[in-house]
Structure formats: structure tokens, C-alpha cells
């Protein structure tokens, strides 16, 4: 009885250990995704951003127009920005839904009152920060973003009268500051595009810590934090999707499947903490990518449309990707499902 009690007992420990040797992070995944046509003339949407309610709201640069689309209804509306070719390019919104954005081409932030359509604008008080380029709210409810050619970062204080707007010079000379993400502590990361950093920014004293990757070469051109507070970065120039520790310094590269020429653009991190990101190389066939962190395992799919460039990418509360298609015009939305995949 008792050989049979502790043959039991070994058995169910065998059974957890191969339970927890079972990486957390399935690959059995597919996608299903679905593209939609923006209304704006020319068609550019640069960036997605979810809203509060579930809204996505996007960046239709060409046109300097922000636009809304409702994915239950999948209707549009669309505002129009007061300053003519103003360029918006990144966009988020506020605790109350207002969605702010970037002028990029007339050195300005704005915000549109979703409810009455009313648009207010920030003037960057140096003119040598021409193009703000992506924003980020802080937990004390200002604004971080990165100014590219003007190499600033900065900092807008919405409950102040004109914004209160700080702007510090990145370190680095003509790093070109690009991508914005907060950790869970509300510390904001950037990529320097023209250079092989990235960099912090402490939210109370605004002074900047950079991290040198490991190639002189390195182009990080956006950035995602996953659940550990590491930083994922697409390496835009070599072609690899590149995982930070900044705790330690620490850099892993790995090569994306397209190869040198790939061009990583877009990227997040899903909440089991696989890593999503879009290769841009081929202009008309844009692919979607998935990397497993722990089995190290690449998935693909083709973007339907082409992509035309997919610049950068949102998450819904219920896991879905949303993508801008600039080149052709559309936002797509990716939903993950699990079962046998279909990725290339």
C-alpha cells in the first residue's frame, strides 16, 4: 500500500514538473484580420490609438484630420485641424477620451473635444522643436513626447494655461528622439532613431539616461515594454527585434525572418507577453510578426492589404491589434485566436 502511495506521489510530481516545464507563452496561435478604408482625402493614417470606450482613433496625416471609427457600428467621423498641412502624427487619449496629437509638420500638440469637435493647439515655445512626434501620458496627467529632428524631449502640462511646455535636448546630438512607452512605474522610454539608444526620462526631474545597444549600427525606430518592465525595440536598419533590460544593461538580439533588409517598424507586446511587430521592407507586402520570448519561436502572416507601411499599432482591452496602413489608406484589426496556425 505504501509503494503504491509514494508511486502515486511520484507520478504527480512528474506530472507538475511537466506542467511547469510547458512554456506559458503558447504558440498555437492564429490571426484573423480585417481592414477597413479611412475616409480622409489623401488617405494617410499614421498612427491608432484605442480610446476609453473602445473607439479607435487614428492620425490621417495627409489629410491634418483625426479620425474616429467604431468597431461595433463600423462607422467613421472624422475632424479637421485648424492649421492647414499641420502633419498629426502620434495620438493618444486623455482619461476623458479628448484625444491629443502631434502637428509634426507645424511644431505644435493639440487636443480635439470629442464631444463638441473643438480643437485647441500648443505652440512649442523654441522653434527649433519643429516636429513633436509621439506622446505619452504621465500618471500626474502630463504629456512626455519626443521632438525627432529638434532632438527635445518634453513635457506639457494640460491643466495649465498654454501648457506650461518644458523641452530638454536629448544628450546625444541628432539622435532624432522617435518612439514613446511607459513602464509600470510611469517612466517614460524613448529610441533615439538616428543613433544605438535608448533612453529614460525620470517624470520629476526630467534628467535623461540613455542605453547604448551593442552595434554602432543599431536604428531602434519603435519600442514596446513588456510585463517586466524590459524593452523590446525593432532595429530598423540591421533587421532584428531587439529585448533590453535596464535593469542590467543587457541586450538580446534576435533576426527577424525577413532578413537584413526587413525593417521592423510597429511593435507591442500582448499581455502573455509575446511580442508583435510589422516588417515594412517590402513596401506591398508588409508581414506580420509574432516572437515567442521563451521558445524563441518566429510566426508570419501577410498583411492583407500590403500594409503600405505599417507605422505603429494599439491594443484593445480585449487583446486585438490595431494597425495604420498608411501607404493604402486603412486601419486593420488583428485578432489572435488560439488553434493550429496558419502563419507562414
Known amino acids: 500500500m505504501r509503494v503504491k502511495a509514494f508511486a502515486l506521489i511520484v507520478l504527480a510530481a512528474a506530472s507538475v514538473a511537466a506542467l511547469n516545464a510547458l512554456p506559458a507563452i503558447s504558440d498555437a496561435v492564429d490571426v484573423k484580420i480585417d481592414e477597413w478604408m479611412?475616409?480622409?482625402?489623401?488617405?494617410?493614417?499614421?498612427?491608432?490609438?484605442?480610446?476609453?470606450?473602445?473607439?479607435?482613433?487614428?492620425?490621417?496625416?495627409?489629410a491634418s484630420t483625426i479620425g474616429r471609427f467604431d468597431p461595433a457600428t463600423e462607422q467613421f467621423k472624422e475632424f479637421a485641424l485648424p492649421t492647414p498641412n499641420s502633419g498629426p502624427h502620434g495620438l493618444q487619449p486623455d482619461a476623458s477620451g479628448n484625444i491629443w496629437y502631434t502637428g509634426n509638420a507645424a511644431g505644435l500638440i493639440g487636443v480635439v473635444d470629442v464631444k463638441t469637435g473643438k480643437?485647441?493647439?500648443?505652440?512649442?515655445?523654441n522653434p527649433k522643436a519643429k516636429d513633436p512626434h509621439t506622446i505619452a501620458f504621465l500618471r500626474d496627467g502630463r504629456i512626455f513626447f519626443t521632438v525627432q529632428a529638434g532632438n527635445f524631449i518634453g513635457t506639457l502640462d494640460?491643466?495649465?494655461?498654454?501648457?506650461?511646455?518644458?523641452?530638454?535636448?536629448?544628450?546625444?546630438?541628432?539622435?532624432?528622439?522617435y518612439g514613446v512607452r511607459l513602464d509600470?512605474?510611469?517612466?517614460?522610454y524613448f529610441d533615439e532613431f538616428n543613433a544605438n539608444k535608448i533612453g529614460s526620462m525620470?517624470?520629476?526631474?526630467?534628467?535623461?539616461?540613455?542605453?547604448?545597444?551593442p552595434s554602432k549600427d543599431a536604428r531602434p525606430r519603435r519600442i514596446a515594454i513588456g510585463k517586466d518592465d524590459t524593452i523590446w525595440y525593432g532595429d530598423y536598419a540591421r533587421g532584428f527585434v531587439g529585448h533590453l533590460d535596464p535593469k542590467t544593461g543587457r541586450v538580446e538580439e534576435f533576426r527577424s525572418?525577413?532578413?537584413?533588409?526587413?525593417?521592423?517598424?510597429a511593435i507591442d507586446v500582448t499581455a502573455d507577453g509575446a511580442v508583435w511587430y510589422v516588417e515594412t521592407g517590402d513596401e506591398q507586402k508588409n508581414?506580420?510578426?509574432?516572437?515567442?520570448?521563451?521558445?524563441?519561436?518566429?510566426?508570419?502572416w501577410p498583411v492583407p492589404g500590403g500594409g503600405?507601411?505599417?507605422?505603429?499599432?494599439?491594443?484593445?482591452?480585449?487583446?486585438?491589434?490595431?494597425?495604420?496602413?498608411?501607404?493604402?489608406?486603412?486601419?486593420?484589426?488583428?485578432?489572435?485566436?488560439?488553434?493550429?496556425?496558419?502563419a507562414q
Open 38 to 62: 479611412t475616409p480622409s482625402k489623401p488617405a494617410y493614417p499614421h498612427d491608432p490609438a484605442v480610446a476609453p470606450d473602445g473607439s479607435i482613433w487614428y492620425t490621417a496625416q495627409r
Open 119 to 125: 480643437v485647441t493647439e500648443y505652440k512649442m515655445p
Open 158 to 177: 494640460p491643466r495649465v494655461p498654454g501648457g506650461a511646455i518644458k523641452l530638454i535636448e536629448a544628450p546625444t546630438s541628432n539622435s532624432r528622439p
Open 184 to 188: 509600470s512605474r510611469g517612466v517614460p
Open 202 to 213: 525620470d517624470p520629476k526631474t526630467m534628467v535623461i539616461r540613455e542605453y547604448a545597444l
Open 257 to 265: 525572418p525577413g532578413g537584413a533588409e526587413s525593417m521592423p517598424y
Open 287 to 300: 508581414v506580420l510578426v509574432r516572437f515567442n520570448p521563451e521558445t524563441k519561436k518566429f510566426l508570419t
Open 308 to 342: 503600405g507601411t505599417v507605422r505603429n499599432m494599439d491594443i484593445d482591452k480585449s487583446g486585438n491589434l490595431w494597425l495604420a496602413e498608411s501607404g493604402v489608406g486603412k486601419i486593420a484589426r488583428v485578432k489572435i485566436v488560439a488553434g493550429r496556425s496558419t
